[in-house]
């Protein structure tokens, strides 16, 4: 079984600062694990990707993300917000084992002060 | 090339009536997935259609609600007597194959108020 905890409910960061999202997972097996962000009013967008490669894995919009199988965690960065950031986050994890429904945390909504 | 189209948009329906939500998936994407984003509750996963086998329903809240998927395409989530705790954005995600290797391309959702 996997799960998904996802530290803040809401984020805000002045334009140009760093953004951190938290996320740890929970999971019986090596996870893969995933982040979406969604705009007003869209479906969801994948920005990133871990599946079992690069600990750091890197994505759109300038976001990355690393791997840390001690930790359980899966943080997402950006060295600097833009107001375009705004949105909502969400951390996801799937067992590689071929279960394809993706487990969601309940999402961090991002704030950036001009 | 088109995304995954979902509709209607909005739906506002009175308690103990029906509903039908649409989903036309990306040509090609053997797999189809149901979720329902609540406040509060973030995304939940509720049935996942591959290819002709039989669909994951292991997501469903309850026997009010059920989806079809016909001719390998087309998606229809359907809420039976529906109650004011299933108002929410129903989001449907398609992708190539099954496996967490093939991304899942999400559509702009339905959001259902119950009245």
């Known amino acids: 079984a996997q799960s998904v905890t996802q530290l803040g409910s809401h984020v805000s960061v002045s334009e140009g600062a760093l953004v951190l999202l938290r996320c740890n997972y929970s999971s019986s097996v090596p996870p893969y694990l995933f982040w979406y962000v969604q705009y007003p009013n869209q479906g969801l967008q994948l920005l990133l990707k871990y599946t079992s490669a690069a600990t750091l894995v890197k994505g759109i919009n300038g976001f990355e993300a690393e791997f840390k199988k001690s930790e359980t965690s899966f943080h997402l960065t950006k060295p600097s917000a833009h107001m375009s950031d705004a949105a909502e986050y969400f951390c996801?994890?799937?067992?590689?084992?071929?279960?394809?429904?993706?487990?969601f945390g309940k999402g961090t909504r991002l704030s950036v002060i001009a | 090339g088109a995304g995954v189209s979902q509709s209607p948009s909005n739906k506002v329906t009175e308690k103990g009536k029906d509903v039908e939500l649409r989903c036309d998936p990306i040509s090609g994407h053997t797999a189809l997935y149901w979720y329902r984003q609540s406040l509060g509750q973030g995304l939940e996963f509720l049935i996942y259609?591959?290819?002709?086998?039989?669909?994951?329903k292991s997501g469903l809240p309850s026997d009010r609600f059920s989806a079809e998927r016909t001719g390998g395409s087309v998606s229809t989530l359907t809420i039976q007597r529906t109650q004011q705790e299933d108002s929410a954005v129903y989001l449907c995600?398609?992708?190539?194959?099954?496996?967490?290797?093939?991304?899942?391309?999400f559509g702009p959702g339905t959001r259902l108020t119950v009245t």
């Open positions: 259609f591959q290819g002709n086998s039989a669909p994951d």
């Open positions: 996801a994890v799937n067992g590689n084992s071929g279960n394809t429904p993706l487990v």
């Open positions: 995600a398609s992708s190539l194959g099954q496996g967490a290797n093939y991304e899942q391309y």
